[in-house]
């Protein structure tokens, strides 16, 4: 049976669960859409997933819910506003604005902290994506620009999940903030690629990405019209949902090179679920070497 090295790298909202069962959890989901491939019947992954969030609430800086940074009730730093403002403006289509500007503007009811503008651009966010998706993206925003305006917390984070790398490790997934905290510790070169002698990684695969908006990227020092590109001895694959809610359905072949990209549909329920991409053939295909 050929067995595969991979390391996970969650996104936020995982400090109620603990390491062992975070990695059982993606480890069953994995191994489901590995099994339904035909063509590599007994292939299996060794897989870690580094609990990163139980190491912030240990510590004085958090991002679970013990100290919930980023409630409904949590008002906004102006900087925090403008950004998450960014963020909707990145992905809201003209028309969705144009929709929004002949709506009262107590049509969501939206927090009230909120200024007028956040507010037209979230109603226009919701014409896309209804039935609550603007409270979970703002939110993921928020959790997003805390960790990429904090670097002596996003260092600390970047070292706990490194620490889950070994010689051996092949493939790396990324979901959510997962998948930014992931592209960091490979563009930083933190964790060595396969073209490095005894290191064996190779390919990263990113899911319900939010480096698919601009705003991201900006935030990452990384200006427009600036590919986003890896080491060129690691394949990348990006896996998307275009009714993800919060990453705007946006995909990542704009703006980055040498990248395979697959669409799937998580379905109604939770179409930013980790396991639900971690379950889908494309991701099956790209941590056992095949095309997605």
Same mark, same amino acid.
């Given at each position: 049976?050929?067995?595969?090295?991979?390391?996970?790298?969650?996104?936020?909202?995982?400090?109620?669960?603990?390491?062992?069962?975070?990695?059982?959890?993606?480890?069953? =989901?994995?191994?489901? +859409?590995?099994?339904?491939?035909?063509?590599?019947?007994?292939?299996?992954?060794?897989?870690?997933?580094?609990?990163?969030?139980?190491?912030?609430?240990? #510590?004085?800086?958090?991002?679970?819910?013990?100290?919930?940074?980023?409630?409904?009730?949590?008002?906004?730093?102006?900087?925090?506003?403008?950004?998450?403002?960014?963020?909707?403006?990145?992905?809201?289509?003209?028309?969705?604005?144009?929709?929004?500007?002949?709506?009262?503007?107590?049509?969501? $009811?939206?927090?009230?902290?909120?200024?007028?503008?956040?507010?037209? &651009?979230?109603?226009?966010?919701?014409?896309?994506?209804?039935?609550?998706?603007?409270?979970?993206?703002?939110?993921?925003?928020?959790?997003?620009? /805390?960790?990429?305006?904090?670097?002596?917390?996003?260092?600390?984070?970047? =070292?706990?999940?490194?620490?889950?790398?070994?010689?051996?490790?092949?493939?790396?997934? #990324?979901?959510?903030? +997962?998948?930014?905290?992931? /592209?960091?510790? &490979?563009?930083?070169?933190?964790?060595?690629?396969?073209?490095? *002698?005894?290191?064996?990684?190779?390919?990263?695969?990113?899911?319900?990405?939010?480096?698919?908006?601009?705003?991201?990227?900006?935030?990452?020092?990384?200006?427009? +019209?600036?590919?986003?590109?890896?080491?060129? %001895?690691?394949?990348?694959? %990006?896996?998307?949902?275009? %009714?993800?809610?919060?990453?705007?359905?946006?995909?990542?072949?704009?703006?980055?090179?040498?990248?395979?990209?697959?669409?799937?549909? %998580? #379905?109604? $329920?939770? *179409?930013?679920?980790?396991?639900? /991409?971690?379950?889908?053939?494309?991701?099956?295909?790209?941590?056992?070497?095949?095309?997605?």
């Amino acid at each position: 049976m050929q067995t595969i090295p991979v390391v996970g790298v969650h996104g936020i909202g995982q400090s109620k669960t603990s390491q062992h069962q975070l990695t059982a959890d993606w480890g069953r =989901a994995l191994q489901r +859409g590995i099994d339904s491939l035909p063509d590599v019947a007994g292939c299996g992954t060794s897989l870690e997933v580094p609990h990163w969030t139980a190491l912030l609430a240990r #510590g004085t800086d958090r991002l679970g819910p013990e100290d919930d940074l980023f409630g409904e009730s949590v008002p906004m730093e102006p900087t925090e506003e403008e950004f998450v403002a960014e963020a909707f403006a990145d992905l809201v289509l003209p028309e969705d604005v144009a929709f929004a500007e002949t709506q009262s503007m107590a049509t969501l $009811g939206l927090p009230k902290l909120w200024s007028p503008r956040l507010t037209r &651009l979230a109603m226009a966010y919701d014409r896309r994506y209804p039935g609550g998706g603007v409270q979970f993206f703002v939110r993921r925003m928020r959790e997003v620009r /805390y960790y990429l305006t904090k670097p002596a917390l996003a260092a600390e984070v970047r =070292a706990f999940v490194r620490d889950g790398f070994t010689l051996d490790t092949a493939v790396v997934i #990324g979901h959510s903030l +997962g998948s930014v905290i992931a /592209y960091d510790l &490979l563009r930083r070169k933190e964790v060595s690629a396969a073209d490095t *002698p005894g290191y064996a990684l190779h390919t990263l695969v990113t899911c319900g990405s939010p480096l698919g908006i601009p705003a991201v990227r900006r935030l990452m020092g990384i200006t427009d +019209g600036t590919p986003l590109q890896l080491d060129s %001895n690691i394949r990348w694959v %990006n896996v998307f949902d275009p %009714n993800d809610f919060i990453t705007g359905g946006a995909s990542l072949s704009a703006g980055a090179r040498k990248l395979t990209e697959a669409r799937v549909n %998580n #379905g109604i $329920g939770d *179409p930013h679920s980790a396991l639900r /991409y971690l379950r889908s053939v494309p991701v099956a295909r790209a941590v056992t070497g095949g095309r997605p």
